[in-house]
C-alpha cells in the first residue's frame, strides 16, 4: 500500500468528526497574487486549514481544477496543497488523559479509554455505582508496543482493557483463580468509530510522519 492510498484509509474515518491538518511549508510564494485570495498569510507555515474530503477526480476549482485532498480556510477558501499539509492527531497516549470533544460528554472532559470500558460493557453506563478502583495506565513501550489501558472492578470481576500500538485491543477478565483474554471485542466497530471520533492516532501515522501529534503544537486547534 503507497502512503496515498494509506492515508486514504486512515483519515477518511475522521472526516466527520472535523479533521483539521497543518501546512508544514510556506506556500505564500506560491498562492500570492491569486485572485480569490484576500489573505495570503493563511498559507503561512503553521497555518491550520480544515479538511473537506478528497478526490481522484480532475474537478473545477476556482480557475483552475483540482485533484486530491480538499483543504477549507474560513469557510471561505478551498484548495488543494498536496504533500505540504499533514493532519493533526491525538497521540495513543491521550486514551488515558482528559481531552475535550465537540459535541460529546456536555463539553466536559473524559478519558476516552475509560469511555472504551462503557462501550465494550454496557452494563458499567447503567451501574456506574458499582464501578471500583477504576484506573488508567499507560506503561510505556514493551515488545515494540506501547501498551496503555485501564483496570476496574466490577461485581467481584476485574476487568483490564489494553490498547496495543497496533490498533489491537485485548480485554482480561479475573475472577478468584480463573481468568480469560479477548483479541476482539463484541462492540469493536463502536469502538473504532469511538478513536475516529476522538481524532486518535490508532493507525500510528505520527510514528511514521504522515500526522502531526496535537499536543506538540502551542496551540490545540481542537480546543477552539
Not at 29 to 35: A, N, V
Not at 199 to 213: C, S
Amino acid at each position: 500500500m503507497t502512503t496515498e492510498q494509506e492515508l486514504k484509509v486512515a483519515l477518511c474515518g475522521y472526516f466527520p468528526y472535523g479533521l483539521k491538518g497543518v501546512l508544514i511549508h510556506d506556500l505564500r510564494e506560491d498562492f500570492g497574487g491569486s485572485d480569490w485570495l484576500e489573505n495570503e498569510d493563511i498559507f503561512n507555515e503553521g497555518t491550520v486549514w480544515d479538511y473537506e474530503g478528497f478526490s481522484n477526480l480532475e474537478i473545477p476549482l476556482g480557475d483552475g481544477e483540482f485533484e486530491g485532498w480538499l483543504i477549507q480556510h474560513n469557510e471561505r477558501e478551498y484548495t488543494s496543497v498536496g504533500s505540504s499539509i499533514k493532519p493533526i492527531l491525538y497521540p495513543l497516549s491521550s486514551l488515558t488523559q482528559p481531552i475535550v470533544v465537540k459535541g460529546y460528554n456536555g463539553g466536559e472532559p473524559f478519558v476516552p479509554i475509560e469511555e472504551i470500558a462503557k462501550i465494550e460493557c454496557p452494563a458499567i453506563e447503567n451501574s456506574i455505582d458499582r464501578i471500583k478502583n477504576i484506573t488508567s495506565f499507560n506503561r510505556g513501550v514493551s515488545f515494540g508496543s506501547n501498551k496503555m489501558g485501564v483496570i476496574y472492578e466490577y461485581e467481584g470481576v476485574v476487568v483490564e482493557i489494553t490498547h496495543f500500538r497496533n490498533g489491537v485491543f485485548h480485554k482480561s477478565v479475573i475472577k478468584g483463580n480463573d481468568s480469560w483474554v479477548f483479541s476482539k471485542f463484541h462492540n469493536y466497530p463502536q469502538i473504532i468509530e469511538f478513536l475516529n471520533m476522538c481524532l486518535i492516532d490508532y493507525r500510528n501515522l505520527i510514528g511514521k510522519g504522515l500526522a502531526i501529534d496535537v499536543t506538540t503544537l502551542e496551540i490545540n486547534p481542537y480546543s477552539l
